[in-house]
């Protein structure tokens, strides 16, 4: 992040320009704090990507799973299809072929039941990846718009240190509170999001 680097450097020099406590030291002291703060801010979310991708992944992997459990269950009920059709045609069959179509039938039911139950567990963890997926997602956002809002608080801040216009340092102010209070929800696993603006920017 060299630009922060830079504003912070920018607004240290400007407060050393300056005798005493001025409005370039509180802008100083307010870029290093906002800086510092969204560079925790951004390793917490880097961490949350991964985790995304790691969920996004187990989700694709289960739903493919899931499919191939679906077409063994298709297979094995088609099979007791057949069995059943030839069961019914085969009137002058032996007892003992009856038996043995008995006994396949038997089998297949058997695995289309296994496979309908393998199927239902694997479909809770495709959809519980996908939750957690979800649930990281809503931070995720929180970060990038604490980002956005620090970032543009640095940036007015170090105009108004080149200016040393006092409406601008609490214009900063606002969007330097948006940031926090958004980072501090990512971190704190606050449900703070605001939708329409993470609609506009995604």
């Known amino acids: 992040m060299p630009e922060i680097s830079d504003a912070v450097s920018e607004a240290v020099e400007k407060a050393g320009e300056s005798e005493g406590f001025s409005l370039n030291s509180l802008i100083a002291l307010l870029v290093a704090l906002l800086a510092t703060f969204m560079a925790v801010c951004n390793i917490k979310d880097g961490n949350i990507v991964q985790a995304m991708s790691q ?93 956005a809002g620090l970032s543009i608080s640095i940036a007015l801040l170090g105009v108004s240190a080149l200016t040393r216009k006092k409406w601008l340092v609490g214009f900063a102010l606002i969007f330097a509170l948006f940031g926090v209070v958004l980072g501090l929800a990512g971190f704190l696993g606050w449900n703070l999001h605001p939708d329409a603006l993470a609609r506009v920017l995604s």
Not at 64 to 77: H, I
Not at 79 to 87: A, F, G, H, N, S
Not at 102 to 127: C, L, P, W
Request: proline share 1%; no cysteine.
């Open 55 to 147: 969920q996004q992944a187990r989700a694709v992997d289960q739903w493919a799973y899931y499919q191939a459990k679906g077409m063994k269950q298709n297979l094995a009920e088609s099979m007791v299809d057949q069995l059943t059709i030839q069961k019914e045609e085969g009137a002058s069959l032996s007892p003992a072929a009856q038996a043995l179509l008995d006994k396949k039938i038997a089998v297949y039911s058997a695995q289309v039941k296994k496979y309908a139950q393998e199927k239902e567990g694997i479909r809770k963890q495709a959809e519980g990846a996908q939750a957690e997926y979800d649930r990281l997602n809503v931070h995720d956002d929180q970060f990038d718009m604490s980002e």
